[in-house]
């Protein structure tokens, strides 16, 4: 095989190593004590560290009600109607006990809590090592559910988390879909480049 074919295949494999799925849901209003609330999710998944980052932009949550620490999880059916109850529980497919997102033992839906800031907006990135865009763990076209109340992460079989403030629908985003490239692997890769005209030209 010539060298030009290897460093071609090279290229080619650290390009792919780095694909990243990508995923946004945007946020309806459940119950009447979420009135006001708006807000997307962005879900990256990356297939290198094995992570699953919830990149969460949410504003207008009521502060006077319940607790500023309020449950988050993915549920099982994509349907946001009936005041987000259509979303049914959490997305639990192997049938495990409802837990933290520190648990082995947890619904894959299982993210914990959210904190709401007192200006009633949510600014916070949750990695997960359960929850996937892809595999068995996939939560693609399920729903997000924000509650009203604190998750306390032990109560079976939803946490006690309450009322379902808002949810949406996760949705693939055509930006997922292209492969993308890290600074750190476009670098090398303009080495790569380099180093083969700096020897074969
Ligand atoms: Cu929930
Ligand atoms: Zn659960």
Known sequence: MSTKLIILAVAIIAMGGVAAKKATC????????????????????????????????????????????????????????????????????????????????????????????????????????IAKLTGENNIMGKSIVLHQDKDDLTSQPTGAAGKRLACCLIVESDIGNAYRIKPSVFLSLLLTISMYIFLYK
């Not at 449950?71 to 529980?89: D, P, R, W």
């Not at 947890?106 to 949750?126: A, M, S």
């Open 26 to 129: 945007v946020l309806q209003v459940g119950v009447t004590e979420g009135k006001g609330i708006t807000g997307k999710i962005t879900i990256e998944e990356n297939s290198e560290s094995g992570t699953t980052k919830f990149m969460i932009d949410i504003k207008g949550v009521n502060t006077t009600n319940g607790s500023s620490l309020k449950g988050f999880h993915v549920h099982q059916y994509g349907k946001l109607s009936e005041e987000c109850s259509a979303a049914g529980g959490h997305f639990n497919p192997f049938n495990k006990n409802h837990g933290s997102p520190n648990d082995t033992n947890r619904h894959v839906g299982d993210l914990g809590n959210v904190i709401v800031e007192t200006d009633g907006t949510i600014h916070q990135t949750i990695s997960d090592q």
